[in-house]
């Protein structure tokens, strides 16, 4: 059940990148950041951050440049400290 919430929060959060990314192309209206960093804190750090890393998108700002891989990093500790719960 994990591992389906961390792969559609992921997808999620990769797909409303690359919408974000298209609409500041377009001059259109964008999604909040708010919604983009709390995307990447309900589990989706790595769809935000391969985005990120493919669509050239939110580098510059240091919230995201920093704040999503310091999010994953926290994510993937806390996955590996649940599955040794679990042994």
């Known amino acids: ?24 192309r377009r001059g259109r209206w ?23 890393l493919l669509f050239r998108h939110k580098t510059q700002k240091k919230r995201f440049r920093y704040g999503i891989p310091a999010l994953f990093v926290l994510q993937v500790a806390a996955f590996i400290i649940f599955l040794n719960m679990l042994l």
């Open 1 to 24: 059940m994990l591992l389906k919430y961390l792969l559609v929060v992921n997808v999620l959060a990769f797909v409303v990148y690359g919408v974000d990314k298209w609409k500041a």
């Open 30 to 52: 964008r999604v909040p950041e708010a919604t983009l960093l709390g995307l990447a804190a309900l589990g989706g750090s790595a769809g935000a951050w391969l985005a990120m």
